[in-house]
Structures are given as C-alpha cells and as structure tokens.
T-cell receptor
Framework: EDQVTQSPEALRLQEGESSSLNCSYT??????LFWYRQDPGKGPEFLFT???AGEEKEKERLKATLTKKESFLHITAPKPEDSATYLC???????????FGRGTSLIVHP | DVKVTQSSRYLVKRTGEKVFLECVQD?????MFWYRQDPGLGLRLIYF???????EKGDIPEGYSVSREKKERFSLILESASTNQTSMYLC?????????FGQGTRLTVV
C-alpha cells in the first residue's frame, strides 16, 4: 500500500532559524512528488514537483530535495509569513491520483 | 495560471438537505477530484473523474455522489446532509502531474 508520512507533525521556529521538513514515502514507480503550502481556511497552493532522486527545486526561502525514499523541504531563514501547513503528495506510475501525507504545521515566531 | 473555482467559501445547511458543491477549472484538465479535509485526518479522496461522465469512487464515497456533464465542471452532491459531513471540501484538477486546488468550501451541517 502506498504511504506518505510527514514529520514532524508540528514545528515551531524563531524567525531566521533554518530547519527541514521530512516526507518519507513508499510507492512503486514514483511518477512525481509534490509539495504544497496551505494557509488556514484555504486550499493547498502548489509549490514544487520533483521527479527523480537527486533533483532539487528552489523558490525564495524554500528548497525541496528528493532521494529514493524521502523528500526534504528546507526552509532557510524563515519569516513569520512562512507559517502554514506544508503538504507532501506522491503519484505512482499508472495512476493520476496523488496520495497525500497529513502535513507539517509550521509556525514561525517573530 | 490555472484556476480552480469552487462556488462557495462557506455554507451552512440543515440535516437532511440535499447539498450541491460546484467546481470549475479553466485549464482543460481531464482529471478532477473531490477531497474532504478534517483535522488529524488529512486529505481524503471522495470521488474522482478522468473524463466527462466518467467517475470513480475514492476512499470515502458513502453519502456522496458526483456529476460531470462538462469537462470543466465537477459537482459534489450530498444526497441527505448529516452532521458528520461538516468539513472542509476541496476540489482539484490535473492533467496528470501536479494537482491544482480550489479555495475550499467550509460546509457546516446543523
């Protein structure tokens, strides 16, 4: 059974304190790993797609990386506006349905 | 930019009412999804559609039905609303890679 596990469930950081969120997955024939940001009361906003081990994508203070078993979302010098829930999802070959993790709730204190 | 629009941000309905949630996407995507999101449970797939008039059950279809008469529109129907269907409902669409979400509908059944 395909599984996506995100850790930690919740993370509190001080402004400027860099950290990483983890997404570990078990899926046969990975066809894409996706990161989303979700603000309270809103729909998830797409951030990145990663397709193969070793791939990296960056956007402002966020950098996503991928290995054969997990992905990391690195947050460098976070600001309070980075506070949100970050969701990870995977898609396997032969299916267009993404499987989501439960998310990491990030709070950045000023 | 891809745009997925859900017809309502907030809805309050009475137990036993028939409820329609509408979703429209403007990117000619073949695949559309309905999820519900509850605290601690993450995103759970209710139904999906891979073409006009085609639909498949997701993980929690009980109490719901869907309609897709046009490619751009995917409707979720609660046949007889119950209090345990109080939730955030999210619509998404994809051509097969990353999925794009609507802003969500917060449904309260009283």
């Amino acid at each position: 059974e395909d599984q996506v596990t995100q850790s930690p469930e919740a993370l509190r950081l001080q402004e400027g304190e860099s950290s990483s969120l983890n997404c570990s997955y078990t899926v046969s024939g990975l066809r894409g790993l996706f990161w989303y940001r979700q603000d309270p009361g809103k729909g998830p906003e797409f951030l990145f797609t990663l397709y193969s081990a070793g791939e990296e994508k960056e956007k402002e203070r966020l950098k996503a990386t991928l290995t054969k078993k997990e992905s990391f979302l690195h947050i460098t010098a976070p600001k309070p506006e980075d506070s949100a829930t970050y969701l990870c999802a995977v898609r396997k070959g032969g299916s267009y349905i993404p499987t989501f993790g439960r998310g990491t709730s990030l709070i950045v204190h000023p | 930019d891809v745009k997925v629009t859900q017809s309502s941000r907030y809805l309050v309905k009475r137990t036993g009412e028939k409820v329609f949630l509408e979703c429209v996407q403007d990117m000619d995507h073949e695949n559309m999804f309905w999820y519900r999101q509850d605290p601690g449970l993450g995103l759970r797939l209710i139904y999906f559609s891979y073409d006009v008039k085609m639909k498949e059950k997701g993980d929690i279809p009980e109490g719901y039905s869907v309609s897709r008469e046009k490619k751009e529109r995917f409707s979720l129907i609660l046949e007889s609303a119950s209090t345990n269907q109080t939730s955030m409902y999210l619509c998404a669409s994809t051509r097969g890679t990353e999925a794009f979400f609507g802003q969500g509908t917060r449904l309260t059944v009283v």
